[in-house]
């Protein structure tokens, strides 16, 4: 059974830091891209940053470029989001993704994602 567990989630003043992970487990964490994707009360959910299997490729919103950094560590799958600078309008339940095949970073939609976390909620506060 296929499990991603976000934490690190929390409320932050503008400004701050937080450092997201997701633990795999139940997957060859290795052949799959990953993203993290956020949902903000009464909105859609938006991609945020997918990195593909390799770490070789990445894609950022452009909401978050410069600020945000998304990393994995196929050793002990798990996947990372550094957020830097943090704003308001980042105030969204996170949520970890995987999704099957080798394509690059940018090609990764909510819609191609096999499995999804639960979610981790950050707020930020002004």
């Known amino acids: 059974q296929v499990q991603l567990v976000e934490s690190g989630g929390g409320l932050v003043q503008a400004g701050g830091s937080l450092r997201l992970s997701c633990a795999a487990s139940?997957?060859?964490?290795?052949?799959?891209?990953m993203g993290w994707f956020r949902q903000a009360p009464g909105k859609e959910r938006e991609r945020v940053a997918v990195?593909?299997?390799?770490?070789?490729?990445?894609y950022y919103a452009d909401s978050v470029k410069g600020r945000f950094t998304i990393s994995r560590d196929n050793a002990k799958n798990t996947l990372y989001l550094q957020m830097n600078s943090l704003k308001p309008e980042d105030t969204a339940v996170y949520y970890c993704?995987?999704?099957?095949?080798?394509?690059?970073?940018?090609?990764?939609?909510?819609?191609?994602?096999?499995?999804w976390g639960k979610g981790t909620l950050v707020t930020v506060s002004s």
């Open positions: 993704a995987a999704g099957r095949g080798y394509y690059s970073g940018t090609y990764y939609q909510a819609h191609d994602m096999d499995y």
């Open positions: 139940g997957l060859t964490f290795s052949t799959y891209a």
């Open positions: 990195i593909n299997w390799s770490g070789g490729n990445i």
